[in-house]
């Protein structure tokens, strides 16, 4: 009779246990709250001990109410199952007479254990700061943890978050739960009103989603969250996945986002890698050509110079393959293969005076190598230093302006012009301005199309090329495209111009150009100013 009384207990609860009136357990049988604290383990503990604070209060008011006889309602408890984590319950509380003055108490579980969410905790991370985030955890070369990439989708967050109160205090919770089990507690971010992603240790088995699910139930709203998740394997190299992960969050930022986010990471990994050994190739062999564009001085329409621009073979772009090389940090040898190639085409017969400028990532500037690589290329013919100019793209940021500046002085001292590129087109270009001594500014070209019809930006050049001869900077504008805008930018002041006005990119430098201005002298390669 007592197996089959306890048959029928269990029938309905997951643990049995017995308290004496102070709330102590004397019998348990069952499971317990977690893998740690098993049923037998619960014998000399105090039941409010194990309980949060709130359902300890709530359970010791139930047993100062029970009497010999009587029943308790379901009562809502959530147990303690280690640092950080809770399990809801519910608990049943009846007195036998018999058996008084213990009580007999069966608890049913709800759910597996989560994570008790800390508002206090880092908050989520935008999309920009995540990818940052990740920027920094993969090309740490001391951090070897197996990595993945997680997305997490919480269906019904939104409509909680507009619900009141306890929606708000809800979503709070939600972020602080994913943002707690994300790499070292700060590595989540939110990509909208329901969906996150994050980096994480792969060997965590955190039950994310049923934490979530919790949580919504604890403030009485469904929630209904989903996850998945993507390796990245130490294999290859982390910094790959930088350039798929913000495929994948990009993806998710567009409208109606990634239905499968998780597979897109890996299908954009896959690619990357293929593509970054592509690009290695083409450094390695030089296999990319030069194009050079030429910049007139306004005032003559004399060609000044020519701006050396690679080209790929079946690529999306050179913009495209410049921002990858950037992203996987392969970027310095290409940069230095563009000066050789600049610098062979400088002193092949028949070059007379031309001088070419070459780009340069700011990456590249983030340390001695590319400037003491350079000068070594130049070291047997100096002479040809003074037919090169550097421009600075601001495409990646230059960290250490002090330090960059020593090295664009070290350019300078041995005759290379610098120039900062795309002025205006980032947040750090007068920052550049101001800390970097440089011959020239290159404005962006957003500033010069369509200037006929935009004052504002007539006045805005105005200042910057007053500005720059102050501090006897030259100006270079580029995107011209019709004489309108070049008489604009040359009443401003502006120096140079380049555009399709003057002519495209082409495979050999061309010094004669055909002009709607027959009276301006062509052809004529004068020197730096």
């Known amino acids: 009779m007592r197996t089959r009384l306890l048959g029928l ?142 997305f997490v989708d919480v269906e019904g967050l939104e409509a909680a978050a507009a619900s009141g109160e306890a929606g708000e205090r809800l979503v709070a919770r939600v972020e602080a739960a994913i943002q707690s089990a994300s790499l070292d507690g700060a590595s989540a971010g939110r990509l909208g009103a329901e969906r996150f992603a994050m980096l994480k240790d792969r060997v965590d088995q955190t039950d994310l989603v049923g934490e979530v699910r919790e949580l919504g139930r604890s403030e009485g709203i469904e929630l209904s969250p989903r996850a998945s998740e993507a390796a990245i394997e130490h294999g290859g190299e982390p910094l790959n996945a930088l350039r798929a992960l913000r495929f994948a969050v990009e993806g998710c930022l567009a409208d109606g986002g990634l239905e499968k986010p998780e597979m897109s990471f890996q299908a954009s990994l896959t690619r990357t890698l293929r593509e970054a050994d592509a690009f290695r190739a083409v450094v390695r062999t030089r296999d990319f050509e030069l194009h050079y564009q030429p910049i007139v001085t306004l005032s003559t329409g004399a060609v000044h110079h020519f701006e050396a621009l690679a080209r790929f073979k079946a ?140 004052p504002r930006s007539q006045t805005m050049i105005a200042h910057l090329v007053g500005m720059c001869a102050d501090l006897k900077v030259e100006t270079i504008a580029e995107m011209i495209e019709t004489q309108t805008v070049a008489d604009i930018l040359l009443n401003l002041g502006v120096d140079h111009g380049q555009g399709w006005l003057f002519g495209k990119a082409e495979a050999e430098p061309r010094t004669t150009l055909p002009s709607a201005e027959p009276t301006r002298r062509l052809g004529e390669v004068v020197g730096w100013a």
Do not use: W
């Not at 069952?30 to 619960?42: Q, T, V």
């Not at 809770?86 to 007479?97: C, E, K, M, S």
């Not at 999306?316 to 940069?335: H, K, Q, W, Y």
């Open 9 to 150: 207990a269990f029938a309905s609860a997951d643990l049995l246990i017995e308290l004496n009136a102070q709330g102590g357990v004397v019998f348990a049988l069952g499971s317990g709250p977690h893998a740690d604290l098993p049923s037998e383990r619960l014998i000399g503990l105090s039941l409010p001990g194990i309980l949060t604070d709130a359902s300890a209060e709530a359970l010791r008011a139930a047993l100062a109410d029970l009497s010999p006889g009587r029943r308790t309602t379901p009562l809502e408890i959530h147990l303690v199952c280690g640092e950080h984590r809770v399990r809801r319950a519910t608990a049943r509380l009846f007195q036998l007479p018999d058996l008084a003055p213990n009580i007999s108490c069966a608890i049913q579980y709800e759910g597996a254990p989560y994570r008790v969410s800390n508002v206090d905790s880092s908050p989520v991370l935008t999309p920009v700061a995540l990818l940052e985030r990740a920027r920094q955890v993969l090309t740490d070369p001391a951090d070897a943890r197996p990595l993945a990439v997680a």
């Open 315 to 454: 690529t999306s772009g050179p913009a495209n393959t410049i921002r990858m090389a950037e992203e996987l940090a392969l970027i310095d040898g290409f940069d230095l293969a563009v000066a050789e190639k600049a610098l062979g085409r400088l002193r092949r017969p028949g070059a007379g005076l031309m001088k070419f400028a070459v780009n340069v990532s700011g990456a590249s500037l983030a340390d001695d190598r590319y400037v003491e690589a350079l000068l070594r290329m130049t070291a047997s013919r100096p002479e040809d230093r003074k037919r090169l100019m550097v421009e600075v793209t601001e495409s990646a940021a230059l960290a250490e302006l002090d330090a960059a500046n020593r090295r664009i002085s070290a350019l300078r001292a041995a005759g290379i012009k610098v120039c900062i590129d795309d002025f205006g087109a980032g947040a750090a270009s007068y920052d550049y301005l101001r800390a970097l001594s440089v011959d020239a500014v290159k404005i962006d070209g957003r500033f010069v199309q369509n200037l006929d019809d935009n």
